[in-house]
T-cell receptor, first 109, second 113 residues
Framework: VTQTPKFQVLKTGQSMTLQCAQD?????MSWYRQDPGLGLRLIYF???????EKGDIPEGYSVSREKKERFSLILESASTNQTSMYLCASKAGGINEQFFGPGTRLTVL | RKEVEQDPGPFNVPEGATVAFNCTYS??????FFWYRQDCRKEPKLLMS???SGNEDGRFTAQLNRASQYISLLIRDSKLSDSATYLCVVNRVVVGSQGNLIFGKGTKLSVKP
């Protein structure tokens, strides 16, 4: 699982798309954010192309899955409380190991 | 009760010690359980799945108690390289959906020489 960019600094109100790609032909892809003391929290997930479901904290985010191998996280208007480490993950359908990308560290000023 | 709850630690132990981590989950319908390991500034990686009968992988033993909704991880003969955060993971059962994986906040382990 690969993620781009690795680091990003935004100003409040700017928009940004975080990219995630996997080459394992996995059906399931998801986005988490990880913050100290709060752990990994699920933002959105997808089981199929053009399909998406909200996770626990979808507010302020949207996603896009146009191809099976790619799942993008979109911040339409960044806010300072979106400063975080964002992790993308993928797995095969059913109960299987979930593989994570290396993360995108986002800072919103 | 939180969906997945772990003791945050930190656990500071000497090399060679045995250490046990506990985790509780709230949804009795959950079917899949895992332990992930996360090194500092790295992504989480699967350590081992947890099966009903309990399972062992070298120095690591995982146990599941469905009646108590409790999962454990035992590490024997701790090594310096075991220092990491250990995440308890449970599948969330969602009606009408394939569900997803929910992560505990993690337990930090530090093994000292």
């Amino acid at each position: 699982v690969t993620q781009t960019p690795k680091f990003q600094v935004l100003k409040t109100g700017q928009s940004m798309t975080l990219q995630c790609a996997q080459d394992m032909n996995h059906e399931y892809m998801s986005w988490y954010r990880q913050d100290p003391g709060l752990g990994l929290r699920l933002i959105y997930f997808s089981y199929d192309v053009k399909m998406k479901e909200k996770g626990d904290i979808p507010e302020g985010y949207s996603v896009s899955r146009e191809k099976k191998e790619r799942f993008s996280l979109i911040l339409e208007s960044a806010s300072t409380n979106q400063t975080s480490m964002y992790l993308c993950a993928s797995k095969a359908g059913g109960i299987n190991e979930q593989f994570f990308g290396p993360g995108t560290r986002l800072t919103v000023l | 009760r939180k969906e997945v709850e772990q003791d945050p630690g930190p656990f500071n132990v000497p090399e060679g010690a045995t250490v046990a981590f506990n985790c509780t989950y709230s949804n009795s319908a959950s079917q899949s359980f895992f332990w992930y390991r996360q090194d500092c500034r790295k992504e989480p990686k699967l350590l081992m799945s947890v099966y009903s009968s309990g399972n062992e992988d070298g120095r690591f033993t995982a146990q599941l108690n469905r009646a108590s909704q409790y999962i454990s991880l035992l590490i024997r003969d701790s090594k310096l390289s075991d220092s990491a955060t250990y995440l308890c993971v449970v599948n969330r059962v969602v009606v009408g959906s394939q569900g997803n994986l929910i992560f505990g906040k993690g337990t930090k382990l530090s093994v000292k020489p």
